[in-house]
């Protein structure tokens, strides 16, 4: 059997800047990253949402870890970047079935 030989697409896909310039970027994140993440006992509900937010974002280009996003981040900036990146699904699902 031959393996699939593709690549999946990482690439940003919506982009915002915080007020002091810094640029937050949505990448494209792997299944396997989102099921060790999602799968993972050992982490909180609130650990496990921090690393799949960092694990879907670019910080002014670049990678993050979840250390990045709780060290270098304001709650008020942390809570803005958890919302851009991972949308309220419910209000979404509202305004379509309404609208």
Known sequence: MEALNRKPDLTARRSMNLPDGTMIEVVGVKARTMAVVANNKALSDFDRGIHLTAA???VNGKPIVPDDLLDNFTDEELNQI???????????????KNG
């Open 56 to 58: 879907k974002i670019h």
């Open 82 to 96: 958890i919302e851009f990146v991972n949308p309220d699904e419910e209000k979404e699902g509202t305004s379509e």
